[in-house]
Structures are given as C-alpha cells and as structure tokens.
C-alpha cells in the first residue's frame, strides 16, 4: 500500500523564478492539503483540493496556487519566488472532504531554498 | 481563526521516564484533536487522535486526554525510550482551520 509519495525531494530556485511541486496521495485517499513548513516551525496550511478544486485555504498570497488532477494527484505551484518562500513543503491526503475532520497521511516533504 | 499553543516547546527526560506535553485551542468547534510525530528529514505521522465525545484514548505506551471544557488536550508517553525522541505536534481540527501547534522537541536521554 503506497503512502503520499512527493517530487522532487530536494529543490534550489533563484528569487523570481516559479515551481511547481507534485504529490501522490496514499491510495484510496481523495483530498490533498499543502502545508509549509519553516525550520523550527509548525506546518502552516495552505490549502485543500478535493473534486479537483480548492475547498480551503490559509493565509498564503495568490502567488500560491494548486491543482488536483482526476486521479486524486496534486500539484502544487508558487510563482516569483521570494527568499522567505524557502522551506520544507508538506503534501498530507486523507478521505473525504471537510475541516480535516479525518486523519492526515503526509509524505516526507519537498526541501524547497531559494537563493 | 483557531488559536493553538502547546507547552512546552522542549523537554528532556530520562529513559523509562514519563513526558506529557499540553495542547490549548480557542476555537469551541474543534472536535477532532490528533497528535503527529515528526522525526528528522521525514513528514509528520498521526501517533494517536481522540474525537469529541471521549475524555481518554490510550494505544501502549501513548495516551492522550481531552478536557473540551477547558479546551486542552495532553499527550501522554510512558515509559519512554530513545526512538521516542522527535517533534511532536498537536492539531486541533474542526469548522475551516487546520492548525498545528508550533511543535515540542522531546529528548529521551538513554
């Protein structure tokens, strides 16, 4: 039984430049949520696909943006990188839509820095 | 929006010692409260959660109390041992947040 599976794992980026970043949700899971994790820090949330489209979102600007596609799969993407944006990027499935209401799977993350 | 403190930020014990770290929310809606370990270089992993309608949950050596009045909920590890040693984050969940606590470093000293 595959878990959250994310690419890349590692990930170096000049200020300016855009990403994209893609996760697999554990199987049998249907909704994605992104998390940002700065060092020494708790995982912020960023937001929530399910039925391919956004349901939820934290405190995060519009350079921030996702994609669910109709295998459950999500990408997502951060335009005009800022240093601040450099972080430890969380991808967590679960089953079934809601304020997370259910246990979150996460994978082991997308090391994002930007210089 | 939920706010989520958990105390405290860091705590050392002796191996075979107890550690209980403390988890306070402010949004009454929550009623899902989860525990996640994180250890270095991996993601968070769900280690116990407790729903609204239980005061207590326990699974070996862990545990976790709910006092929904007072809105904290603990985590309790018992006899602990070196692999113990991590992040430790609470979550409370309910309504439109998804909030985890800034996390405490726990040590277990072999």
């Known amino acids: 039984d595959a878990g959250v599976t994310q690419s890349p794992t590692h990930l170096i980026k000049t200020r300016g430049q855009q990403v994209t970043l893609r996760c697999s949700p554990k199987?049998?899971?249907?909704?994605v949520s992104w998390y940002q994790q700065a060092l020494g820090q708790g995982p912020q949330f960023i937001f929530q696909y399910y039925e391919e489209e956004e349901r939820q979102r934290g405190n995060f600007p519009d350079r921030f943006s996702g994609h669910q596609f109709p295998n459950y799969s999500s990408e997502l993407n951060v335009n005009a990188l800022l240093l601040g944006d450099s972080a430890l990027y969380l991808c967590?499935?679960?089953?079934?839509?809601?304020?997370?209401?259910?246990?979150?799977?996460f994978g082991n993350g997308t090391r994002l820095t930007v210089t | 929006g939920e706010n989520v403190e958990q105390h405290p930020s860091t705590l050392s014990v002796q191996e075979g010692d107890s550690a209980v770290i403390k988890c306070t929310y402010s949004d009454s809606a929550s009623n899902y409260f989860p525990w996640y370990k994180q250890e270095l270089g991996k993601g968070p992993q769900l280690i116990i959660d407790i729903r609204s309608n239980v005061g207590e949950k326990k699974d070996q050596r862990i545990a976790v109390t709910l006092n929904k009045t007072a809105k904290h909920f603990s985590l309790h590890i018992t006899e602990t041992q070196p692999e113990d040693s991590a992040v430790y984050f609470c979550a409370p969940l309910g309504g439109d947040d998804m909030r985890f606590g800034a996390g405490t470093r726990l040590t277990v000293k072999p």
């Open positions: 967590a499935s679960s089953l079934g839509q809601g304020g997370g209401n259910s246990p979150l799977h």
């Open positions: 199987s049998g899971h249907d909704t």
